[in-house]
Nanobody, 125 residues
């Protein structure tokens, strides 16, 4: 069973930074593509960022490109989302997700097999 646990959310002022972490309890973490998604109140879940097995390739939503960075530490079974220059519109519950099918960049939520419970990020203006 694969379990994901996010941490690092909180309240921050616009222009500030946060780093989210997602710890994954699985022996073969290095063979999971990982992604971050978010869902704001009253809105559908949306893709934020994804990273391949080795971390060599990444992809971002246009809305966060240049401000957010996804990374992973396979030795620690953890994926990160560094969020800089935060805006009020970044306010959402952020979820990490894992896909063990293949090594690729997965931007659609339905491709992921496992999800965390989410962590709230609130950006005040």
């Amino acid at each position: 069973q694969v379990q994901l646990e996010e941490s690092g959310g909180g309240l921050v002022q616009a222009g500030g930074s946060l780093r989210l972490s997602c710890a994954v309890s699985v022996r073969t973490f290095s063979r999971f593509a990982m992604g971050w998604f978010r869902q704001a109140p009253g809105k559908e879940r949306e893709f934020v960022a994804t990273i391949t097995w080795s971390g060599g390739s990444t992809r971002y939503a246009d809305s966060v490109k240049g401000r957010f960075t996804i990374s992973r530490d396979n030795g620690k079974n953890t994926v990160y989302l560094q969020m800089n220059s935060l805006k009020p519109e970044d306010t959402a519950v952020y979820y990490c997700a894992a896909d063990g099918d293949k090594d690729y960049l997965a931007t659609e939520g339905w491709r992921y097999d496992y999800w965390g419970q989410g962590t709230q990020v609130t950006v005040s203006s």
